[in-house]
């Protein structure tokens, strides 16, 4: 099992940049893909980034494709979203899930999340 823990959130101006960062505090990170979904006030849950567990593939939503980077480290049992050109339609809470299915952006195939972090982006 993984029990994530986000951080990171803030915060900033449009055109700026945040590293969100997700830790594992169980003992199986490595077996897992990952992702970050955000969630906006009165909107449904949204897919914005994915990664193999090896770290070997990654797949974004096209609303943030050029702009975020997904990446983990699975030695820190890490995984991370760098989050460039920050536009206020980011602004979301964030969470990080983990799954056993490659490549889906379905929420219902993540089956462990994190507790979110605020991320607001102002004009």
């Known amino acids: 099992q993984v029990h994530l823990v986000e951080s990171g959130g803030g915060l900033v101006q449009a055109g700026d940049s945040l590293r969100l960062t997700c830790v594992d505090r169980?003992?199986?990170?490595?077996?897992?893909?990952m992702a970050w979904f955000r969630q906006a006030p009165g909107k449904g849950r949204e897919f914005v980034a994915g990664?193999?567990?090896?770290?070997?593939?990654?797949y974004y939503a096209d609303s943030v494709k050029g702009r975020f980077t997904i990446s983990r480290d699975n030695a820190k049992k890490t995984v991370y979203l760098q989050m460039n050109s920050l536009k206020p339609e980011d602004t979301a809470v964030y969470y990080c899930?983990?799954?056993?299915?490659?490549?889906?952006?379905?929420?219902?195939?993540?089956?462990?999340w994190g507790q979110g972090t605020q991320v607001t982006v102002s004009s």
């Open positions: 169980g003992r199986t990170f490595s077996h897992y893909n």
């Open positions: 899930a983990a799954s056993t299915l490659w490549g889906s952006v379905r929420y219902g195939d993540f089956t462990s």
């Open positions: 990664i193999r567990s090896t770290a070997e593939e990654t």
